[in-house]
């Protein structure tokens, strides 16, 4: 059965890596759509690290999808010893943490905001779901996609007991608290500038967004501390049993991926969204002054890496204990508690 499962999980990648391939060698020959370099609404090519890339770029992107194929197709067959792995896992790197940049973070947090806006008759400005998933940006949910394809086939190819010893429910819980702790930093800030305090900037800085622009500050960092709230159910009851005080699913199991789903996706945009500010850092874009604005993102791949570990535990954990069904557990002793 593993083996089936690393075969489906290898040609799924492998089926990508052929169709984003023959997409690069088309942008190459000029087919339209390119989605970096003058397409890209990039501003100043500050954030994304293919800013400066032409249509042309495209051929690299052909022999990078030409060697994934390759490799996608070694692990399906399960025949290449170690050697697959060698490639996997660099190039599904390069396509989850590299290419993207801190807008996936940008969509992903204001799409909420954008979907209930109508209901409330809020104008926002006119921003609307395909300003904040333009072409571009949704180009890097497909690199995404695609490296995560990569990483599931290889991660049933090589798949070892050492893997699992290292991520135990006490390292759980001790990235749990680190992923949860990493962006209250980031939230203090944001919640002060909506309050009038120049927390870690000048008051010039924060005269800059007094149009309501701090206002969608404080919203991120609210929707980032309510995440960090969820995150704690990755080591409390709550999250594998729903609470009774939610109607029809109350004392029901529940299901893993309900939880390592969206908590592995947060793990990759804060992460990708850290990279692009220590990025930006390393080339000077800001000030010592200005610290707020841009040093507690840089800490946001340790946030990243903490949720990252904490979702692969609670994975193991709940594997683990999957035959012991804790909805069964509560109906046996409601059973033996009412025949007492």
């Not at 997409?23 to 000029?30: H, N, Q, R, S």
């Not at 790197?93 to 909420?112: E, F, H, K, N």
């Not at 800059?208 to 960090?228: P, V």
Request: charged share 10%.
């Amino acid at each position: 059965m593993e083996t089936l499962t690393s075969g489906r999980r290898g040609y799924a990648a492998a089926l990508w890596a052929l169709g984003y391939g023959l997409l690069g060698a088309a942008w190459a020959l000029g087919t339209p759509g390119f989605p970096w370099g003058a397409s890209d609404p990039d501003p100043d090519g500050a954030l994304s690290v293919l800013a400066g890339a032409t249509p042309s770029f495209g051929w690299w992107i052909a022999a990078v999808a030409l060697l994934a194929l390759v490799t996608a197709l070694a692990l399906a067959r399960g025949d290449g010893g170690r050697a697959p792995l060698y490639l996997a896992w660099p190039i599904a790197v390069l396509l989850i943490l590299v290419v993207p940049d801190s807008r996936l973070m940008m969509g992903l947090a204001y799409t909420p905001l954008l979907l209930v806006a109508p209901l409330f008759g809020w104008s926002l400005g006119g921003v609307t779901l395909a300003d904040a998933w333009p072409w571009p940006v949704l180009n890097q949910l497909v690199c995404v996609l695609g490296g995560l394809l990569l990483a599931a086939a290889a991660l049933s190819y090589g798949r070892g007991q050492d893997a699992a010893r290292w991520f135990t429910p006490e390292r759980g819980r001790r990235a749990v608290y680190v992923a949860v702790a990493v962006p209250l930093v980031y939230c203090l800030t944001r919640w002060a500038w909506a309050l009038g305090i120049p927390l870690g900037v000048t008051p010039e800085f924060l005269a800059q967004g007094e149009d309501g622009l701090w206002l969608a500050g404080a919203y991120l960092a609210t929707f980032g501390a309510f995440g960090g709230v969820l995150t704690l159910g990755l080591t409390q009851r709550w999250g594998e049993v729903f609470p009774r005080w939610i109607p029809g699913l109350r004392g029901r199991r529940v299901p893993p991926l309900l939880a390592v789903i969206p908590a592995g996706f947060v793990s990759i945009v804060v992460t990708v969204a850290g990279l692009t500010y220590i990025r930006s850092t390393i080339a000077g874009r800001f000030t010592l002054d200005e610290w707020g604005a841009w040093l507690p993102e840089c800490f946001w791949p340790i946030w990243g890496a903490a949720l990252a570990t904490a979702t692969i535990c609670y994975r193991n954990r709940r594997r683990c204990s999957g035959l012991q069904d804790p909805v069964g557990d509560l109906s046996s002793r409601a059973s033996v508690e009412q025949s007492g």
